[in-house]
């Protein structure tokens, strides 16, 4: 094969890679299935705090798996519509899951 126009071949070569890595990461995308997150009531104990159940989320629950434990109690507060961190005995959070 004999290429006349060097810059253009090269040009239509990484155009293709390019229109196939696109391709490939809409793909991925869709195919990789994004659990349905779903939530487990949580009533709160005399002495508990926000911090002490993110904690706690992040050491057994899956859905926490490896994120910073700040994260999770941001998480949790704006889950709940919490305008603080402030929880009283008997209240109940909505915790997402797995």
């Known amino acids: 094969m004999i290429v006349k126009n060097r810059k253009k071949f090269i040009r239509a070569i990484l155009l293709i890679i390019g229109v196939i890595v696109f391709i490939n990461l809409l ?17 709160v104990l005399s002495g508990d705090t926000l911090w002490d159940i993110a904690e706690e989320e992040q050491e057994t629950n899956v859905y ?10 941001q998480n949790i507060k704006s889950t709940n519509n919490l305008e603080s ?14």
Do not use: C, F, N, W
Request: overall charge neutral.
């Open 27 to 43: 793909i991925a995308d869709k195919s990789y299935s994004h659990q349905e997150i779903k939530y487990k009531t949580l009533s």
């Open 85 to 98: 961190s402030s929880l009283k005995a008997g209240q109940t959070l909505e915790i997402p899951t797995y």
């Open 64 to 73: 926490y798996e490896g994120k910073d434990i700040r994260d999770i109690v």
